[in-house]
C-alpha cells in the first residue's frame, strides 16, 4: 500500500529574513578574510628583512641606494644593558663563504690595527678601520696605530696587520694576531667579517 506523502508547511524566517542573514554572514565573512590578510601582511612586514646569524639579529636597513645590515651590540648605560647599534654594508651570511676565517678570535683590552697606505680604496679604508676602532671602543678596547709593533706571543693585546695580496682572508699567526688579506679592494668585506666574529664573540659573553 503506497505511503501518502504529507506535505508539511515549513516553519520558521521568513525568505527576506534569510536573506538578509545571508547577506550579513558574506559581509562578516569578507571582513574576516580582509582581517586576516591584514594580519599577515604586518606579520609578514616585521618579519621580512630580519634574520638571525650565530645567534645574532640582524635587520636590513635601506638607505638611498645603501642595503645595510644592522645588528646591536650590549653596553652598560645607567647600570643597564642597552644595544648600541652598527651597521655594516655585507650581508653577514655571505661573508663567511667571501672573506675564510682561519683561525679563532679572541678579545683582549689593547688592538693595534697597521694597514698599508696601497689600501686608500676610496675611502674604504678609512670607513672599515674607523668602525672596527668604534666597535672595538664600545665594547672597552683602547684601539690605536703602531707601525713599530708586531704580534704579542703572550697576547697581551690584539694586533691586526691590513695590506693587499693576490686573496681575500683573514689568517690568525698567533695568541691574538691576524693578518688581513684584502684583494681588488675588498678591506671592507675583510674589517666586517671580523666584526661580524666579534659581534658573534661578545654575544656569547653577555648570554
Do not use: W
Amino acid at each position: 500500500m503506497a505511503k501518502k506523502k504529507i506535505k508539511r508547511k515549513k516553519k520558521g524566517l521568513s525568505p527576506e529574513i534569510v536573506h538578509q542573514n545571508k547577506i550579513l554572514r558574506n559581509i562578516l565573512l569578507s571582513v574576516g578574510i580582509i582581517i586576516l590578510l591584514i594580519l599577515c601582511f604586518i606579520i609578514f612586514f616585521n618579519s621580512v628583512g630580519k634574520f638571525t646569524y650565530e645567534n645574532i639579529k640582524f635587520s636590513t636597513v635601506k638607505e638611498g641606494n645603501l642595503i645595510l645590515y644592522q645588528t646591536g651590540v650590549p653596553v652598560v648605560y645607567n647600570g643597564e644593558h642597552v644595544p648600541y647599534n652598527f651597521y655594516i654594508r655585507n650581508d653577514p651570511r655571505k661573508l663567511n663563504e667571501m672573506v675564510p676565517f682561519i683561525g679563532n678570535l679572541t678579545l683582549t683590552k689593547f688592538m693595534v690595527i697597521n694597514s698599508s697606505e696601497q689600501l686608500a680604496c676610496g675611502g674604504d679604508s678609512t670607513i672599515a678601520i674607523a668602525n672596527m676602532a668604534s666597535l672595538y671602543g664600545v665594547i672597552g678596547a683602547k684601539v690605536m696605530k703602531d707601525e713599530n709593533a708586531s704580534c704579542d706571543e703572550l697576547g697581551r693585546y690584539t694586533y691586526l696587520n691590513i695590506f693587499p695580496s693576490n686573496k681575500t682572508e683573514i689568517e690568525q699567526y698567533g695568541p691574538s694576531c691576524y693578518n688581513f688579506y684584502v684583494n681588488n679592494c675588498e678591506i671592507l668585506k675583510t674589517t666586517e667579517r671580523y666584526m661580524v666574529e666579534t659581534f658573534v664573540k661578545v654575544g656569547e659573553i653577555t648570554d
